[in-house]
């Protein structure tokens, strides 16, 4: 028997005939569970103006407090999962992702799972599973802080003009570490290790390594390769005052700030990791395979079962 009042947010947008048709379902699930959907103000704005029936649900911040909400059940792809974590971001609620784009690496599920899916978030049959996210800091030439914020794939310090370079100096823990002209810089979590950092040629981080990855964009330098360094360290990207123009920081390609000359942008662990909820205790190596339809064929593997691993006798003399 379910709880009465357990409050679920669902995230999705209007764009979409089949996410409008997929949140409908999810809504009509949870209320026929017992449940209380939950839109983001934005979200019952734009649902309910082209599918009347999803008007009058309680909203986000309005009628239900975020600390309030159980989960997070998200209908989109990783840009979707990104914007829910954003809401999310002040309570406790593990983020569900069920894709209904392209990759949607962040995602669990694909639609055709999505019944099973909110079955088991009404009998709270799912783990929780951390991630490492960062806290942004930008200061003034004063060390005033002018701008703060958080991500959970990266944040970049761009050029904000295409024909101008970005001239900054990179420092680990207060002492820098090499100076040059460049397009910008990717400081990732092993989230976002297979977004923007592997796009731009950094590694693929598995998500139990805590790490950070820092990645020179285009950069004009003889080091300047990407770098992983702990997650103790600190990570700053100072824009030197012989920059023509100005620099932009974005982060989770959500939240942007202008970087004048003399600007430091400060990057380190946050203390509030992400939460997504998982169904599948699926392997690492099986989502890059399946998410970027990685070659495997003539594969032999381990003598034992498929998915067993290996034991210490795989490595005896």
Sequence with gaps: MTQPHRSILVVAHARRDDTVDAAEHVIEELRAA???????PDDAVELSAVRPSLAGIARLGIDVDVADVELAIVLGGD????????LVRDGTAPVLGI???????????????????????IAR????EERLALDVRVKDSADAVMYETWALNEATVE?????????VVIEID????????????????????????????????????????????SAHALFAKPLVVGPEHAVAIEVLERTNGVGILWCDGR?????????????RRSERPV??????????????????????????????????GYTDADFAP
């Design 125 to 128: 049959d799912y783990r929780v």
């Design 275 to 308: 939460r997504l909820a998982r169904l599948h205790p699926a392997a690492f190596t099986d989502r890059l395979v399946r998410k970027f339809q990685l070659p495997v064929i003539g594969w032999r593997g381990p003598t034992a079962a498929i998915g067993a």
């Design 99 to 121: 894709n209904m784009g392209h990759v949607g690496f962040l995602a669990e599920i694909e639609r055709d799972d999505m019944d099973d899916a909110v079955r088991r978030v």
């Design 34 to 40: 017992g449940a209380q959907p939950v839109l983001s």
């Design 174 to 217: 207060g002492r820098p570490l090499s100076s040059f002209g460049c397009d910008g810089v990717v400081v990732s979590t092993p989230t976002g290790s297979t977004a923007y950092n592997f796009s731009a040629g950094g590694p693929v981080i598995w998500p139990t390594v805590e790490a950070i990855s820092v990645v020179p964009l």
């Design 79 to 86: 840009g979707t999962i990104l914007r829910a974590a954003e």
């Design 255 to 267: 939240r942007s700030h202008e970087l004048p000359p003399g600007a430091r942008v400060v990057v």
């Design 159 to 167: 050029k904000a003009s295409r024909e101008r370079m970005l001239e």
